[in-house]
């Protein structure tokens, strides 16, 4: 609906002077409030500053900045007491036939309008260009400078063409790269490994069907120690296969029919050992390709989100319900109240099968929300999420509830349901909408954030609030771009690498065997004690947010503790390693099954188990005083057989065969006991 100005609200504005139809007659503003209208044969500005949706522009507006200090600035269409639009906005730096990227936006302001912050240098020459993809209607912004500070992070300009939406490593030595797909070339910057920039590659592939024109996945397909890629388009989707030379690309799968792509992901949906590729549908039920462990696929559709219409949006695999294998939850999107934008948790059954149950856990949202940030936000041992507002609903959201039009923070109770506790957490008061949210802890406190839209970190305060750090960069994909054991944000012609602060950390790196190569699905336990929590959990996943990709490697940041307890693997196929006192600000490589069970037994003398051999029970003695709550069984070659909660002292065992068992045991605190017994 257009929307009109009135003279009244005309004559508060600061109107700017002079034509702004182009970049070279762009009238020069200063902080306030500023009036914006389209004229036909404006020009239209072409280069994008962020990820910018499909469509065509036909006018422009434009205006210059020169500011007369260092600033922290803001922009803003979202200002009050004046009617909205919906605007996108690019800000530049550079001469007009010569534009460098500064920042962009679309809907981070809110109620579809734009907002965007970035340092500026006195003296230089800034251009805004807004344009009419979604609305020619009049509109104002509002410009303010605030006193610099420094940013929390580096920002470096980056040469390499193309679509620049995945960091991920492509030469297998475990340092993230920056990927670029252009036409049949993808283009690379190889992490030099001294940390000091990068070493630029090209590779052509075998003509491919579709482009990662909406997302982009990373991850070792046919298993050869080198990452493939998985493309989404509005076409369909195609996989292009690694050489197992690191030559190049050497082969191209492409999906056999049409499909809407949005989020894409590589994961093992049946636990075979070789990655499956996942993709969702915007106007179909979802579809996957199967991995037959021959570089081929058998082509699937539903099972995992069935809706008629679509409405699928932002995939991500997770083990919600700590039971061992992962679940698969879609954001979704769709406006005027549809119900195909009401949110799916797709419980993995173990046997194949999968369930929605977002009902009962309290997930079944009707709104629109893109993606999902999913972390252990108060490190209690489970997954809670983030489901991030994209835009509200579509339509008249003034007589909506506001549950329908504000980000959600879910604790997860531990029992398959969540509970909202949003108001008070932060995340009630903080409202600027983005299409992309994702979790990772970008300070190293050992406390997971969440990098929201509006260039803006909500940063973990350790009890489940959370407060906005406003950033130069804007959405993109996460990673390591320096090997400095801090996460680090490339954003299109731009990277924008962390500031360490002190803390420590530890990078984890897995190498799958009887799983899947890149360990996609596992879940990383890491223990320590002294930060106010004692656990720490990751759940390695490819495609997260909702066009990237992020680095496969997994990240904890640990605080001041100067030492880890303990870290535990534990693989899709069953497998558990278990490394004691890892060496921290460094990078562990775990290859399934070498550090099975640990290097060592833990406090083996605290407990006994009787009979041994065992045949229908085994009992549970206690040497040491403590209260026993879980136990784990596992084989010799360290598969999980059976878990089960300890009642009475004692364990079932009738069902095993016969053979040796290594029983762990775990108390209230978490601590951890084992030993080894015969089932007769």
């Not at 991500?316 to 698969?328: A, R």
């Not at 879609?330 to 369930?355: M, P, Q, S, V």
């Not at 030492?563 to 890892?582: F, H």
């Not at 002292?649 to 601590?671: C, E, M």
Request: aromatic letters at 10%; glycine letters at 10%.
């Amino acid at each position: 609906m257009k929307q009109l100005f009135t003279l009244a609200l005309f004559s508060l504005a600061c109107i700017s002077a002079g034509a702004q139809t182009n970049c070279d007659n762009a009238p020069v503003v200063t902080p306030g409030i500023h009036n914006v209208s389209f004229a036909q044969g404006s020009q239209a500005p072409l280069l994008m500053c962020f990820n910018a949706l499909p469509g065509a522009t036909a006018l422009g507006a434009w205006y210059k900045y020169i500011p007369d200090n260092d600033y922290s600035v803001t922009l803003t269409t979202n200002v009050g007491g004046y009617p909205l639009s919906d605007t996108r906005l690019n800000v530049y730096s550079g001469s007009c036939n010569n534009f460098t990227c500064v920042a962009g936006d679309d809907d981070s302001g809110g109620s579809a309008t734009s907002l965007v912050h970035f340092d500026v240098v006195q003296g230089t020459t800034y251009y805004f260009a807004f344009d009419n993809i979604y609305s020619s209607d009049d509109f104002v912004f509002n410009l303010t400078e605030q006193e610099f500070v420094p940013s929390l992070f580096t920002q470096r300009a980056i040469s390499l063409q193309g679509t620049k939406w995945c960091i991920a490593d492509m030469n297998g030595d475990y340092l993230d790269d920056i990927v670029a797909v252009e036409g049949n070339s993808v283009n690379l910057l190889t992490q030099n490994t001294n940390g000091n920039g990068f070493t630029p590659v090209s590779y052509q592939f075998p003509a491919a069907q579709n482009s990662p024109t909406w997302s982009i996945s990373a991850g070792d397909y046919d298993k050869n120690g080198y990452n493939d890629l998985l493309f989404g388009s509005s076409g369909g989707a195609s996989i292009i296969l690694a050489s197992s030379n690191n030559t190049g690309f050497s082969n191209v799968l492409d999906s056999p029919e049409s499909i809407f792509s949005q989020r894409s992901n590589f994961v093992d949906i049946n636990n075979d050992g070789n990655l499956d590729a996942f993709v969702c549908h915007d106007i179909a039920p979802n579809v996957y390709f199967q991995n037959d462990g021959n570089e081929g696929f058998t082509y699937h559709q539903g099972g995992l989100g069935d809706y008629g219409s679509g409405g699928n949006y932002g995939s991500i695999w997770i083990d919600y319900d700590n039971d061992g294998d992962i679940d698969l939850f879609i954001a979704k999107c769709r406006g005027g109240l549809n119900e195909a934008g009401i949110d799916e948790l797709h419980r993995n059954n173990g046997d194949g099968t999968f369930t929605n149950v977002a009902a009962e856990a309290g997930l079944a949202d009707l709104h629109q929300s893109w993606s999902a940030a999913w972390g252990d936000y108060d490190n209690d041992g489970d997954m809670d999420i983030m489901i991030g507002n994209s835009a509200g609903v579509y339509g008249d959201n003034s007589n909506l509830p506001d549950s329908l039009k504000q980000h959600k923070l879910m604790r997860n109770n531990g029992d398959g349901t969540f509970t909202n506790i949003t108001s008070g957490s932060g995340f009630d008061t903080f409202t600027s909408s983005n299409l992309v949210h994702v979790a990772h802890d970008f300070d190293n406190d050992g406390y997971t954030d969440v990098f929201c839209g509006a260039n803006t970190i909500m940063h973990n305060n350790g009890d489940m609030t959370f407060s906005p750090i406003v950033i130069t960069a804007g959405s993109g994909p996460i990673g390591d771009l320096n090997n400095d054991g801090f996460l680090d944000i490339q954003n299109d012609n731009y990277i924008y690498l962390n500031s360490p602060n002190g803390n420590n950390w530890i990078k984890i790196n897995l190498h799958g065997v009887a799983s899947n190569r890149n360990g996609i699905g596992a879940r990383i336990e890491l223990y320590g004690t002294g930060q106010g929590w004692e656990k720490q959990i990751r759940d390695v996943k490819s495609g997260d947010g909702f066009y990237y990709m992020s680095t496969l490697n997994t990240h904890f940041g640990i605080g001041t503790l100067d030492a880890i307890d303990r870290v535990v693997i534990k693989w899709p196929s069953g497998t558990v390693d278990t490394i004691e006192n890892p060496a921290i600000n460094s990078a562990l490589l775990v290859t399934e099954g070498t550090h099975v069970l640990g290097t060592k037994q833990l406090n083996a003398t605290a407990f006994a188990v009787y009979p041994n051999p065992a045949k229908e029970v085994l009992n549970i003695k206690s040497v040491v005083s403590f209260d026993t709550t879980k136990a784990s069984i596992y084989s010799i070659d360290g598969k999980l057989v059976k878990s089960a909660t300890v009642q009475d002292a004692a364990i079932p065992v009738q069902h095993l065969a016969k053979g040796t068992y290594i029983i762990k045991v775990q108390d209230k605190s978490g601590k951890q006991y084992s030993a080894t017994f015969i089932k007769g």
